[in-house]
């Protein structure tokens, strides 16, 4: 993890996604080649940080289903 990312626990789904947003614009805005490491490195925990989380919402909702439409289908 980067020092700067910060506290994900505390943070939105959308306000995840606004960072990403605003790094990946700033990646490509600066020619420094260092800045944009650190930029990339960044971008690389909240993304990370993003898809760990609809991995769980994904989870979840398949936990949650509708499972009586199983029972219709017989495969012999």
Known sequence: MHPLTGNFSEMKDSEIESKISELTKKYFMTPNSDIKYQISLLL????????????????KMMD????TLDKLIKID
């Open 64 to 67: 949650q289903r509708d499972k």
């Open 44 to 59: 690389d925990d909240y993304k990370e940080e993003m898809n760990r989380r609809r991995s769980e919402q994904l989870k």
